[in-house]
């Protein structure tokens, strides 16, 4: 309704017709809009109305469409019946009166209109608090009139007596009658209110049976912190729903609906984040009922390498056309000239090309309308050149999501536990709300937004509109609730835990084009209205329990309580309660807050200088026993115990837990070992004149810091053969010490007594490897246990996410390549070696005129692609590598424009021709038999089993 008023010119402040689309945000915004007004009697007379009007308009469409009443009207329909009726209504009919129970300051004029219109049918007899009205202690009322006695009571109000007396404080006659006793708690850190407020739960209830209310106003953002701890001690209690849009389920499908659309569609992070996640985990075979032309074991499946790769050296960001790059690069990708294993490669490339086709067709519901054009190009095999076949699209997003849900894998779904996980019922429920939907749209002729962002609109608003209610079990002795819901409740122990200025905020939501001066206008500008309505909570809440206990944030930075308590606890300083707030609660065992018996939760802290101290918890305590002090960690969780029995290990008690794994301690003196390993290992600089820092010193040497394996000039002036024993570590003449033969890698770190290696290591595992590359071989001198980390466990750190900017190795490998086309330009064949007479290069093809340079460039237009793109990043790296802006470099390609050598890559061309003493004979050269492309190296000649073999590619070789 909303588009279409929106290109029937019914809203100009908000949308031009053909400039754009109408989206559902602002249809959200254009609702809070007619929520807000519709408090007033006069909800439209404002001139500066964006639209609130016509938006009512559709409403009252809709509702006679659908025969129906929308929420947001039901009171102004209930208003104007009431108001058009001499007759009682029939629920009326009977009744002799109602009775009005206090409300937090203040009616709207629609909810004042509403009550009156009642009480033309029934009298209304309101109860309201004392107080005053201006502070919000007086609370809502309906008309402003002398209150009743006990003579003019109506005669239908069961007989009471009537409270005479007045009140201007915070204190009331409840509060006084019952004798509550207040106790301010002061908090060095907010984070330590949970574990304090679970130490009061559980002293209170071992010893009584009354019940104990928290408040706690950002108990809705953190329901899952309370549900934990208050299972730690043994009590069960869960927030009563949760919407969909906090349930991992939902995020998951959201995610792959939004795979599609948006600046992040088809992008290497979605993907992961979409099919290598284990949210919702999806089947290994997505298309069963595919099968391939020529290869029968191939199927469409991804390879997360090929996809790192293919990311990482053609910079396929995501957003509009990611997917065209995606299949494009794809579609002419060949394994590299130094792949080891060609064909396992090959397929893997075809296999993810396939793949990326298959979801292109299965995603056709929600692709983006540049992408729509694809779906009718074949897809052609990268590797085995046959045309691919592609499931059948889903004809809307319903059949999509219907796919989608049946490709999950169940039985891994299943097996997870995780508190408040809803699983398969969060899907349900998202299921069951996206067919009341549609069944309602097309009851009332309206279009079902069935594909592309619309859809997703869809699921994002079921996930904010949806809740899911918990069924399991809970205790009635201990709730946690916000202010507003503890409104006219009462316990015998009441927390007031989370009033700190963040979590209970006095800021006035705001509202789409309703500023300062707009509400003013329409008698909407009541900027204390929250701090009134908070008043009021408060001032109940602190009559409404036997024992009250509060808790201040003052004394951290940042922190402190809101405005509403704030203002008490500084009227209350000026009085003599603020002394008697110091007491404990009564409830609260004395051992909890003094005596050295043994450790205590709660300490007593000086605030002021000179005016007492105030109970505070603390994180940590210290006791003596007979074996000395003993630091002691307070807390429930898990966590908690797992730090209080590091503790105890640290400082060598036997702590009430134990280990599992006590060899996991070894961890944690690691590195003050290795660094006592370094800081006493023999140095060769310590040997004396004419004489050798042996080798034997090899097994004592934690890092190769302690010898001389770079050469340098003093080094190379001594004569290392003069050493009486061979190998040796340095051997000195004079001042300097030779070179070292280099000693890596160093035998592991053992002793009899202590197992450190086994710790740190898998010694008893053989490393059998049949091929080494140099590379490999390279990383194992380096660090032998990091090499077994990266290379044998596969434990590397993440390598993150793609960056805007081209990747530093896609650019070394672009400098790589080039030089290699500098050299088969000039004769040499890859991988093999020059059959005639070497030439330098600039006697060569490459040195007449421009031959290199358009080598470069031939090169740069088949093989680089991302260069001359408009995007700020290739911009850039094209005016770095040749001096080129993207319309330079696209008139190239026309034939338009002839580049001058210039850039980086013109420098590295006039330094290669520079080089007049050198002839290369070899590019990617590999040291190879002829039956394998690996040689066998043989370390131990007189041992067969000894050696290993040898597969590397060397960039570039010439002949002096």
Known sequence: RCVAAAENTDLPFLYTPGVGTWTLTKTRRLQRLHAELLQLRQPFAWEGDPGAAVFHKLCLEVEADAGGTLPSLVSRHVLEALQTTTEPPFHLSEVAGVIALNTAPDFTEIEQDLLTAVAKFAPIHQLLHPGSFRLGHHGAYLIDEQPCDTESLPDWIPPHEVWKGEETGWQTAAGQHQQTEITRVTLDERRDMLPAALAMIQAYMASNEGRVMVIDAGVRERPMAWSKGLASIGIRWHPGSTAINQQPTHHAILRAASLAQGMSAWSLESLQSTFFSTVVPFQDDLFPTLNHPSEAAWRPQPDPQVLNDIARTF??????????????????????????????????????QWWLACLLHAWSPLLSPEDRHLLRQPVIGCTSGATLPTPESPKSAMAWLSWLLKSIDVAQLEERRAPFDAGFGALQHLVESVNAIKSHLQSLGLPFPDHGAGFIDLLEHIGASTDIAHQTSRTDRVNVVTPDDALGCTADVILLVGLDVDAWSMRSPTVPWLDAQAQLDLGLFQTDRLVRRGRHHLRHLLNAGRHVVVFDSSPEEGGGPSAPLAEWLTDVRRSRSWEEMRSPPSFLPSRLYEGDAQARPFTWTVREEGHGSWLTPVMYSMVEDSEGLRSVRHGFSGRDRRQQLGLDLHAHYQGRHVLKHPNVLLDAFEGAIQADRRRRQPLAKWTAEHESFGWENRARLASVDAVTLRPTRAALKVNGMAAVSFPHLGHREEKSVSLSVDPRPLPPYATTDFGL????????TAIERPVWSPSRLEAWLKCPRQAWIK?????????????????????????????????QGHGVPLGLEVSTAPLPLHAGPMGEGRAGWDAILDFLQNEVHWLGRYNAVSVHRTKDLIDATPE??????????????????????????????????????????EKERSVHLDTVPDDDSAGFHLFGLVDRVDVL
């Open 315 to 352: 910079h396929v960001l995501g957003g509009p056309g990611a997917i065209a790059r995606w299949l494009g690069v794809l579609a002419g990708a060949s394994p590299s000239f130094a792949e080891r294993r060609p064909t396992e490669k090959a397929q893997a490339l075809e296999e993810t």
């Open 888 to 929: 330079m470099w696209a008139a190239h390609q026309e034939g338009e424009l002839e580049l001058e050598p210039r850039g980086r890559l013109a420098r590295l061309l006039e330094a290669d021709l520079a080089l007049h003493h050198a002839a290369p004979v070899a590019v990617e050269w590999s040291p190879r038999t």
């Open 791 to 823: 290379q044998t466990l596969n434990a590397d750190d993440d390598e993150g996410t793609t960056t805007e900017d081209i990747d530093v190795r896609t650019r070394g490998q672009v400098v790589h390549e080039i030089e290699a086309a500098i050299l």
């Open 757 to 764: 290696s086994h710790r740190f290591g898998a010694l008893g």
